[in-house]
């Protein structure tokens, strides 16, 4: 099983990203992705979610408004579109893939700085 992200990197303050999870090695579209993110000294915490289907879609309320969450079942890939960044979103962003206790499956993280 591999989760790689992709697309961080520094961005001012007001700017967009778009970040991407390609998987790989389990049935990608039966699971629910979740993208996570921790900041230095903080705890994880759930950005958004989107279930296999795509059809139920769940966004954290600090970064509701400013995310978009999709998945392309075809790709395997599960995207996050971050706007109107703020110094504050600055983290480490997690992939997560989850079918149940035992088939849940993480990235290695991509670092989003947001700073001027």
């Known amino acids: 099983v591999q989760l790689v992200e992709s697309g961080g990197g520094l961005v001012q303050p007001g700017g967009s990203l778009r970040l991407s999870c390609a998987t790989s090695g389990f049935t990608f579209s039966t699971y629910m992705m979740t993208w996570y993110r921790q900041a230095p000294g903080k705890e994880r915490e759930l950005v958004a979610a989107?279930?296999?289907?795509?059809?139920?879609?769940y966004y954290a309320g600090s970064m509701k408004g400013r995310l978009a969450i999709s998945r392309d079942n075809a790709k395997n890939t599960v995207y996050l579109q971050m706007n109107n960044l703020r110094p504050e979103d600055t983290a480490v962003y997690y992939c997560?893939?989850?079918?149940?206790?035992?088939?849940?499956?993480w990235g290695q993280g991509t670092q989003v700085t947001v700073s001027s």
């Open positions: 997560n893939a989850r079918y149940s206790n035992t088939d849940d499956y």
């Open positions: 989107i279930t296999g289907p795509g059809v139920s879609i």
